[in-house]
Every structure is written in C-alpha cells, then in structure tokens.
C-alpha cells in the first residue's frame, strides 16, 4: 500500500469537499496547509495556496496531475485518464477552478462533492 499525503487548502469548500469524498474509496494523510510543517517537504505556503499537493514516498504531484493521480488510485481512472489526455485543457480548468473558488460553478460542484 502506497501511502499518500496530500496538502490542501483547508479553508476552501470544494477542497475540503474533495478531501472527504477521496477519503470514502482511499487512506489519505489530508494535511491544511495552513497548519502544516510545510518545510518537511520542501513547500512553501505561496506554492500550496495555488494548488494541490500529493506526496507519496516516490512522487510528488500537484495541481491537475495531483487530482489525476488521485483520482486513478481511488479508481476513478476513466475520469484520471480524460484530465491526464486533456494535457494543457486540464491543467487551465484546474488552474481556473483554484483561482475562482468562489465562483458559482464551483460551488455547485462542490456540493455535488459533499452528497
């Protein structure tokens, strides 16, 4: 068993929305960046306040390639693969996402998260 870290944004919704619903298929360390000793794996708050990290003991990842590793671990692979393929679409809807979090359309997915 790979054990993974992930280090999110623990006062936005839809990340600690995410955290659940990942939590419910696979053990996860979830770490808010806000509290965490980010210096024991080389972040700083500037990175973590942008995106997502996943570490695990032989990668990290962050951002879309975060949520697609995560996404392809819980068994999600179909959705894994689409985000992965959709190369730099994906990346700008992740970064888009990260960067309105307060929008409508985020919360509406947000609380698609939560049920």
Request: glycine share 6%.
């Amino acid at each position: 068993m790979v054990e993974i870290t992930v280090i999110y944004d623990g006062q936005c919704q839809l990340c600690k929305n995410s955290i659940s619903w990942v939590s419910k298929k696979l053990t996860i360390t979830a770490l808010d960046f806000h509290t965490a000793d980010l210096a024991q794996f080389q972040l700083s708050t500037e990175q973590c306040s942008r995106e997502v990290f996943v570490i695990t003991e032989v990668k990290r990842y962050s951002g879309a390639q975060a949520v697609a590793f995560l996404l392809k671990v819980r068994g999600n692979r179909v959705l894994s693969a689409l985000l992965t393929l959709s190369g730099p679409i994906g990346r700008t809807g992740y970064r888009w996402v990260a960067g309105h979090r307060n929008s409508w359309p985020v919360k509406a997915l947000s609380r698609i998260l939560e049920n």
